[in-house]
């Protein structure tokens, strides 16, 4: 806490860390929320969520819009009283960190700036509440590629400049643990791939990452665990290649000999079905095994290919059922 | 808290309102001093009998009493601007204390508050005495316990500012109140029937520099007047009570 509180006063960006393990807190649960009850009147934005988030992943915080992702977040984050369960950051309550900057960092609306200020004034305002210098301000800036409208007003600044503005916020006290909402939106697609590889590479630091998003296809990209809830409860706790394996719709085999294949196939104990073009559809054994076994039974094979079911579809399945604001079918 | 109050310090050095706040009160220094050339003007245009009908309101107290609204307005930005920009969440974000930082903003605007209104008392009372020289023009006689006091009350409607706009979460609500305490309700209090028009209208935060020297009650809009304790005591509650209230809500709502 010292050592990282005396880094950020002198200035200095985060050192390169090597390898040797997580550098930041115990590699067990850093985020975690237990049986955590929101409730808004007579709705329950979040209900009975339990989930834990570990160091150095990227982990993925998925569901539609309204299924409680930033209630979460902002009750996470102190700005909201959970109405009973637990929602714990190092083992704490947020409220309870004396100098919050240097342990968390949180990007919860890229609009929530005032406008009239310029870049680097507002930063220096959140900054110097955690002691933290103008010289880091500076070099976050710089980090999110913002240090030449520094002294610009944010007014004037798009979504997107809004975005790297909240994120160089979120890194200020340099912290081992990294809260975003929706970080992607207003993003180009320029901007898109480089918070992807800055979430990874904090990830890859040891520090433990949580973002939040409704779009599946880039938390593919992005994250290697994911938590996906809708309508306020957990449906699926699971890492990006669990939820893709789980939705494996078996793997595509195109041969001259379909029959004979099948045949082999199924008495290695594989279920075959036979599409309609005469392809294979094998489910039971991996391509590994299926070429193995055309090559002992000398069957020419013409294509060998896994067909997964795109994670996004996965996710649709999944949170079909807790869609708030769904389209009519 | 010496971090929470450099931050908003801070704050309120870079927000613009600040300086739009202060200009009024600036321009409304150098209104006064027009006010006393043109009073001194009439003055000398006079026939002497008639001069000693002649009367002025005490002009660093007029300027005094645009600063309550001025001030109280910048009071209440201090803490709804952070409201409607979404600031208020980065804010609690960093800062989890909740009381922490409205104390911290407390502090800040109370100081500045408290300067404009001294300055402006004293500002005004000097160019005064420069320009109306020895002219004795009813209600120009210098009363420094009464300016001194002025001053303290723009700090209080500041304050009144900051923990309505807290209560409020509303920039035009929390103003419309700070303009009613201000300007509307002691118009107001003029048609409740006696004794409860003198009764509230001694209550008002405006009324309380005049009862706070004695002098209350004299030819008043706002009634018969407390004794200078009273005065002193409501006046404290004004700045106190609604504080409190502020941080009572703060620590306990949920942010937007």
Redesign the interface.
């Known amino acids: 806490m010292t050592v990282i509180r005396a880094r950020a006063e002198a200035g200095i960006g985060p050192p390169l860390r090597s390898a040797g393990g997580p550098p930041y807190g115990s590699v067990g649960t850093v985020i975690e929320v237990t049986k955590l009850t929101k409730r808004y009147g007579d709705g329950l934005a979040v209900d009975r969520l339990s989930f834990q988030v570990r160091p150095g992943h990227v982990t993925g915080f998925l569901g539609p819009n309204g299924a409680g992702k930033s209630t979460t977040m902002?009750v996470l984050?102190?700005?909201?009283?959970p109405t009973s369960g637990a929602a714990l950051v190092t083992g704490r309550r947020?409220?309870?960190?004396r100098f919050?900057?240097h342990e968390v960092g949180?990007l919860?609306?890229a609009?929530?700036?005032?406008?009239?200020?310029?870049a680097f004034?507002h930063l220096?305002?959140?900054a110097?509440?955690?002691?933290i210098g103008p010289a880091r301000v500076a070099a976050v800036l710089e980090q999110v590629g913002l240090a030449g409208v520094g002294r610009k007003r944010i007014s004037g600044f798009s979504l997107g400049m809004r975005q790297r503005l909240g994120i160089a916020?979120a890194l200020l006290g340099d912290p081992g643990v990294l809260m975003l909402d929706e970080p992607v939106n207003g993003l180009d697609p320029e901007g898109v791939r480089w918070i992807r590889e800055l979430l990874r590479a904090l990830a890859g630091e040891g520090r433990t990452v949580l973002v939040s998003s409704h779009l599946m296809s880039e938390m593919e990209l992005t994250a290697d665990r994911l938590v996906i809830i809708g309508r306020g409860r957990l449906i699926a706790d699971t890492t990006v290649r669990e939820l893709a394996e789980r939705f494996q719709r078996g793997v595509l085999v195109r041969t001259g000999r379909g029959p004979e294949l099948a045949r082999a196939l199924e008495a290695a104990g594989a279920s075959v079905l036979v599409e309609t073009d005469g392809a294979l559809s094998v489910k039971g054994l991996d391509p590994v095994r299926i070429g193995d076994l055309a090559a002992r039974h000398a069957i020419p094979v013409h294509e060998v290919t896994p067909r997964t079911a795109s994670l996004e579809e996965a996710y649709l399945a999944l949170t079909a059922g807790s869609l708030e604001y769904g389209a009519a079918r | 808290m010496t971090d929470a109050l450099a931050a908003e310090w801070l704050k309120l050095r870079t927000a613009r309102s600040t300086g739009y706040c202060l200009g009024v009160v600036a321009l409304f220094i150098a209104l006064m001093a027009v006010l006393a050339w043109y009073a001194a003007h009439l003055w000398d245009g006079l026939p002497p009998a008639r001069r000693s009908s002649m009367e002025l309101s005490s002009l660093p107290e007029l300027a005094c009493w645009v600063d309550y609204l001025v001030m109280g307005v910048l009071g209440v930005l201090a803490i709804t601007s952070e409201y409607s920009s979404g600031m208020i969440r980065a804010t609690l974000t960093v800062l989890p204390r909740r009381r922490t930082v409205l104390a911290a903003k407390a502090g800040v605007v109370a100081v500045v508050a408290l300067a404009a209104g001294e300055v402006t008392g004293f500002t005004v009372l000097a160019a005064a005495r420069l320009i109306v020289g020895d002219r004795p023009i009813h209600g120009q006689e210098p009363h420094v316990g009464r300016i001194v006091t002025a001053g303290v009350v723009v700090m209080v409607f500041a304050l009144l500012g900051l923990s309505l706009g807290t209560l409020l979460r509303s920039t035009a609500g929390a103003i419309v109140v700070v303009a009613g305490l201000w300007h509307i309700v002691p118009v107001l209090v003029q048609l409740v029937p006696e004794p409860w028009g003198d009764r509230l209208g001694s209550l008002l935060p405006a009324a309380l520099v005049e009862e706070i020297a004695g002098s209350g009650g004299q030819n008043s809009i706002y009634g018969k007047g407390l004794p200078p304790a009273a005065a002193v005591a409501v006046l404290v509650a004004y700045a106190v009570v609604p504080l409190g209230a502020a941080g009572i809500a703060l620590a306990r709502r949920d942010v937007p």
């Not at chain 1, 110097?128 to 002691?131: A, H, I, L, Q, S």
């Open positions: 902002r984050l102190g700005l909201a009283a947020y409220a309870d960190l919050p900057m949180a919860l609306d609009n929530a700036a005032y406008g009239g200020r310029t004034d220096r305002c959140l110097r509440t955690n002691r916020a």
